[in-house]
């Protein structure tokens, strides 16, 4: 029998695990859902069939029928629920970031090791993308020598009125940290970030340059530009000591029409990552019951959020910031 | 509850299909298997779980507990096996070709329109991968014009040693026969066959150079050559009125070392075609119970036979020869 | 010093030659001109400076002060143009054809051959361009192995009304054919031509492939469309044992707008093959003097003709038709 | 007639520069040349033809029938060199960087500017590759919007053992800092260093992120890294607000062999930038007598020099630095 799983927070990326939970992915089964918004709980639910509201998320982790939770409600409730499938000895995958504050991050960290089994995993889907995992399996495979630089780009077509500058650098480029991380296999030691002018699509937000160093000295450069225009793109080039790689991921078409041979580019991250998001859940799935999540784990999840919580002070103050992480728990070694 | 699905056949192909069914898409258990070697579909079977054995393929057919079939055993058992689905009321996704003669093609299209239940899906599998599929949109999308060319090219690195001139054109061919009769929509009405010498790597079989004209006047070529060598590689143009659109397959990372700025290319079908198989099962299974199978109908996998069996005939007597097709049973219309 | 070159023939093609010479290629000037049309011939005069007006071409080729000949008059003229170099002993670049008819062509094969030097060199400019290089030296390099099929796409954007059906092979087919000798090194045995429908875009004329086999089994295809409205296009990908090699002639800049990833396409012949133009020119003014012209000879001119004249007969025939080329005189050995 | 060109300095570059001029490219002679190994002068002489050798370079710049100087020889003798061009009113194309040194830039500013004529052109090639030409070209053409990001990477295999940290950032960096003023149009206001760990391949250098800010606001990154191993490589993507614009030299063959598709790279500049070094001399000639030459000024080359030495202070300071340029000269308005 599949897993039976519940799903809080039936927002855009929440409607959209539920897609693929309903597919019939690892033969799990969509069974609760809960959304602050009744009607947007509703909808999802009736989209997939059989599955039975929750007011209350708790309630919904209780549940002795639910085997696993994903998380996908607003950030600032994520330290709460995770907190409560720690308790009851449920894996949750939370949609990143683990948590809203650095200090609930913490406490996730000490709740999961206490309890001493690994059931937290963070949604940085990435780590499912097919162009990723060929660029870490190309990095050990060893030809391409140690690496010395990742040049990243983050771009958004369109970002919503709301973001602030702040959010450029939190939001974005926590995948970025998270997939530095995962690639490299070490922590960052520092930060700095160079600011453009910002783009008059959007006079009141900048876009970035962040710039990484790692405890062993790669240079990680990050460009955050949420205000693109031309549409939805994310590259990304390992320069090591003997070769490059770099994510060449073009749709499986090319167009000559009116003087231009062209690839269409994708419009935002769902069409991008789709193959990730898929793989991520079915990773997920195959991980229940092991104590040993696929993607990224609480650890990993604070350790992006300390990061990109360095690179705001490095913009606020226009300087180099150092990285501070407590020292890991054993519990999290080989995760 | 997801589909029991019996699988017959654990060769190859068979084993690829059983580790995509168990993968738990659509919800789907395999329930049973068989194949005329014993310890073969015992493999399976162990790698699946909970699968059952069955000695006689009819007895797995027969058993009210299997919701749906899927074939994979050598091309002279497909028709009595697609013939007793089709008695059994069963859904059945058979391997390519339809079946081994073209009399077997038209009793199997006869007794499915007897039945007046669409239940034979044939698995050219190309119809599901995203390349042809959006190949297709963009045709019907209108901006490119009516069509004119289509270019393919359908390379193998190796061939087994068995692997004679004939079946060089009939079982590479009927490939690209049905794809082009997907993307085009419309049937063959002649073929002429132009071939190369022999390459030096396999002296006794000949590439082949298959040039089809449909009944508006589309020209299709197919380089067929099934010792390239280098890798697995299949490519298509279609050439419109105002312009074309071309596969462009390439994997998703680009490395630069030694000089060369590369992209690995596929070893065999299974890699480069790995989404379309998965996808063609997850459509099999949606559309069970529906009467409506997702990909190539059992006529198309009769007209798929009967264009590649006129390209022998050119072949071997060197002349254009026409393409010649019973009347298409109104039961297949829009299918 | 450098060469004095008289030019016959100011329209498009020799405009652009006048170009290219006036740039001061080769330390070589512009001496002569001579068009049917004269204010067309003073018109590239005065953009040169110093170039002199000649009403009579017989007279320009008998002028002492001219070192050599570029011919770009209507191919009706190019024989007794050429003849009358021969008879001259001066270096002649004829654009191509080398002549309008068969006989015409042996006349001039005949002529160079009984006056022992080899003075003529045909303007099948393609043998300069750097792509067909690399592939010639990729072929001779070993590793690809022999060749089996050369794949080639001729298209241009918009065709002049008055072109005919027998334009489409004789015009465009000439370049492929001149090029594909040159790549492979021998002579084509036969030719077959398969029709599609005409586009709707020039109802009168049809694209056409043809489809050439050479003495040792090569198989050489070729689309020719000459109505493909989204630009000038010109592939070619040479299929070996072990590899293929393509053209991938892409203009330096890739932009990414309004959800594109693009490369602008050439519009037509000139920018497309500017480079060789320019090294055409280039290396027949090195050549100059040395009885060595550097590109196409008299004979391959001659047997590019005699092939695109048995495609001719093949289109209208619709049958496989032989290539019959003279007995090559022992002159043109090692050409 | 053409130019006569002398040539001071006959080492690599030098004779590459004397290689194009005696092609006869816009008419010119190579008419003197001189090195201090005479040897090597000798060399580069004999393979010209015609051309007079000088043991003194003052005298070679002072012969009446040197219309034009190219000056190739050691970076401390530009500024003597160059002065001796201005003072005899001849036009110098001198390699860069223009002067071994700020005061000496300034020296050749000062005496060009009293001189009243612009005679100094100094070879940044890269102002005439096609690649950076289009992408110049699309800036200007307005559908890209203003720049906010130039992305660049500057590659070389293998760098000889004398090159130091300092030279990584002043040699390579240079020709991206002049590329990049060409491209934007407006000077630099302050520059940063990241350093990661040098590679194992030249363990007492390191590659260098340069991060220069201009005075708009636009941050342009410069990855230099001359130990590269794999090729020569220099990429740019120009960010701006409504799309990109990248560089995309693939050289104009696509091999597919043994498991890859690949574009062979090239193995130093001198093939990267043929065409550019080759039209950088073509310019020249087609300007001397103009007092406009095409390509880099005096001013460009002090600029350049300038924020160079600002990089190397903030590299040495390990703090962003601010480029404080002279005021220049209108003389060098629209140059």
Redesign the interface.
């Known amino acids: 029998m ?1 897993a039976r799983v519940g799903l809080i927070g039936a927002g855009i990326m929440g409607a959209d695990h539920a897609r693929i939970l309903s ?7 969509l069974a609760a859902v809960h959304d602050a918004d009744s009607a947007r709980a509703r909808q999802v639910a009736d989209a997939c069939g059989g599955t039975q509201l929750y007011d209350d998320p708790q309630a919904l982790i209780a549940d002795a029928g639910i085997d696993a939770v994903l998380v996908a409600s607003p950030d600032e409730t994520h330290a709460a629920l995770v907190l409560a499938c720690i308790a009851q000895g449920k894996p949750v995958l939370v949609e990143k970031p683990l948590a809203a504050t650095l200090d609930e991050c913490r406490a996730i960290v000490a709740a999961e090791t206490r309890g001493g089994r690994r059931l937290v995993q963070v949604g940085y889907m990435r780590r499912f ?3 990723y995992r ?2 870490k399996a ?1 990095l050990a495979e060893g ?4 690496p ?2 990742l ?1 990243c ?1 983050h771009r958004n077509a369109v970002a919503p009125h709301w973001l602030t500058n702040e959010l450029v650098i939190a939001n974005s480029a926590t995948h970025e940290i998270d997939i530095a991380r995962y690639l490299l296999g070490e922590e960052f030691a520092s930060v ?1 970030v ?4 910002a ?3 959007a006079p009141t937000r900048q ?1 970035q ?1 962040i ?1 990484l ?1 790692t405890a ?4 990680v ?1 990050v ?1 955050a ?1 949420v ?5 939805y ?1 994310v590259r990304a080039e390992l ?1 090591c ?25 994708h ?1 935002d991250w769902r069409g991008r990552f789709a193959d990730a998001y898929r793989d991520q859940i ?1 990773a997920w ?1 195959v991980s229940l019951g092991t104590d040993r999540p696929a993607g990224s784990s609480a650890w990993d999840g604070y350790a992006a959020s300390v990061t990109a919580d360095a690179a705001l002070q490095a913009w606020r103050t226009r300087s180099r910031t150092t990285v501070q992480l407590d020292t890991m728990p054993e519990f999290y070694r080989n995760a």
């Not at 062993?216 to 240079?219: I, K, L, Y």
């Not at 205000?227 to 549409?231: E, R």
């Open positions: 599949g597919s019939g992915i690892g033969g799990a089964v993308d097919p162009g060929m660029m190309a030809r391409l020598g140690p010395l630089f040049h780009v700095s160079i600011s453009p002018r783009s008059s699509r876009p340059l710039v160093e062993s000295g790669v240079v450069d460009e530009f205000d693109a225009q031309y549409g793109d320069v000591e003997n070769g490059t790689v770099a994510l060449a991921p073009n749709p499986p078409l090319a167009t000559r029409l009116a003087g231009q041979d062209s690839h269409a580019l419009a079915g799935l």
